[in-house]
């Protein structure tokens, strides 16, 4: 008997050009799509079945990342949401300055801004710590967290493969450290990653 199963398909490479397309941050779609689309379109578009495969394809440009004999296997972060990466890598590299924050109010703004996770995680592995000034304001601890978490995400990724570093890159909006990391953030990503990756690793793949 045929299968009734309308959601069932034969094309697996289909299937992962579909789950990427549905993942990848609006932005990346500038000078791709229409510039008078809003984001809520865009994301409209990307929900779509029909439209997904040919969204993706925009966006790998490399014939052998779009070829049907490519194996994409498990992405490198295991499926987890590259930005949580991020800000639990930029957590270690300022531990220092996280453990320096004891006032309820400053702990909370702090972690208002990268989760009760990466508060956690940067505690945890503070003799990981990278930077060695401090930084006294929860906000700008915050934001420096995410641009070091980035770069580090971005210097990690340099020695994955194409395939690889676009299916963890195209899920960040454009513009971010990741693409654009420093000196100093390539000597310490291999490091961070491997603690945020063993920490992923701990739980379930992610959907």
Same mark, same amino acid.
């Given at each position: 008997?045929?299968?009734?199963?309308?959601?069932?398909?034969?094309?697996?490479?289909?299937?992962?050009?579909?789950?990427?397309?549905?993942?990848?941050?609006?932005?990346?779609?500038?000078?791709?799509?229409?510039?008078?689309?809003?984001?809520?379109?865009?994301?409209?578009?990307?929900?779509?079945?029909?439209?997904?495969?040919?969204?993706?394809?925009?966006?790998?440009?490399?014939?052998?990342?779009?070829?049907?004999?490519?194996?994409?296997?498990?992405?490198?972060?295991?499926?987890?949401?590259?930005?949580?990466?991020?800000?639990?890598?930029?957590?270690?590299?300022?531990?220092?300055?996280?453990?320096?924050?004891?006032? #309820?109010?400053? @702990?909370?703004?702090?972690? =208002?801004?990268?989760? %009760? /996770?990466? *508060?956690?995680? !940067?505690?945890?592995? $503070? &003799?990981?710590?990278?930077?060695?000034?401090?930084?006294?304001?929860?906000?700008?601890?915050?934001?420096?967290?995410?641009?070091?978490?980035?770069?580090?995400?971005?210097?990690?990724?340099?020695?994955?493969?194409?395939?690889?570093?676009?299916?963890?890159?195209? #899920?960040?909006? @454009?513009?971010?450290?990741? =693409?654009?990391?420093? %000196? /100093?953030? *390539?000597?310490? !990503?291999?490091?961070? $990653? &491997?603690?945020?990756?063993?920490?992923?690793?701990?739980?379930?793949?992610?959907?």
């Amino acid at each position: 008997m045929a299968s009734t199963n309308t959601s069932f398909s034969l094309n697996p490479h289909s299937d992962r050009l579909r789950e990427l397309a549905a993942l990848i941050h609006p932005s990346r779609f500038a000078g791709h799509l229409d510039e008078r689309l809003s984001t809520a379109t865009v994301l409209q578009l990307q929900k779509s079945p029909r439209l997904q495969q040919r969204l993706a394809e925009l966006l790998l440009s490399s014939e052998e990342l779009v070829s049907n004999g490519t194996d994409w296997g498990r992405d490198v972060l295991l499926g987890h949401d590259p930005r949580r990466a991020a800000l639990l890598a930029g957590s270690i590299w300022h531990a220092r300055s996280v453990l320096k924050f004891v006032s #309820r109010h400053d @702990v909370a703004i702090l972690i =208002e801004n990268i989760g %009760a /996770e990466a *508060h956690a995680f !940067a505690i945890r592995h $503070l &003799s990981n710590a990278v930077a060695t000034t401090s930084i006294d304001d929860p906000q700008k601890l915050a934001s420096q967290i995410e641009h070091d978490g980035c770069a580090c995400l971005g210097a990690w990724l340099k020695d994955a493969s194409e395939l690889d570093r676009v299916r963890v890159l195209f #899920r960040l909006p @454009v513009g971010t450290t990741a =693409e654009s990391p420093a %000196a /100093e953030h *390539h000597n310490s !990503a291999g490091q961070l $990653l &491997s603690l945020v990756v063993a920490h992923l690793a701990t739980e379930e793949p992610a959907a």
